[in-house]
């Protein structure tokens, strides 16, 4: 009942920036938390950062703490991804994902988009 689409990615070279924006679209009312993950070839998907819908409170997986920011516009319904000082172990498909729970944590979210590219070279 929620529909996320991701965008924004691209190929860029190492220390450059990415946004990535993920509006929501459906029973955006029964989002709590929304995250984004990214899942590098031949590696598992990881968690990179969540966000509270309604208090912005936010979370960070270490590898991308100082450089990476989850931001949201509740009303664009659209989470936000800003990637700064690149490297090229960020390499991956980033994905979009909301969930009913408030818990910011590692845990199974609910609706996930697409995927979008982001290559970083070096």
Request: hydrophobic share 35%; proline share 2%.
């Amino acid at each position: 009942q929620v529909l996320l689409v991701e965008s924004g990615g691209g190929l860029v070279q190492a220390g450059d920036s990415l946004r990535l924006s993920c509006p929501a679209s459906g029973r955006t009312l029964s989002i709590a938390t929304m995250g984004w993950f990214r899942q590098a070839p031949g590696k598992e998907r990881e968690f990179v950062a969540a966000i509270s819908w309604s208090g912005g409170s936010t979370y960070y997986a270490d590898s991308v703490k100082g450089r990476f920011t989850i931001s949201r516009d509740n009303a664009k319904n659209t989470v936000y991804l800003q990637m700064n000082s690149l490297k090229p172990e960020d390499t991956a498909v980033y994905y979009c994902a909301a969930s009913t729970s408030y818990y910011l944590g590692i845990h199974e979210y609910d609706y996930w988009g697409q995927g979008t590219q982001v290559t970083v070279s070096s």
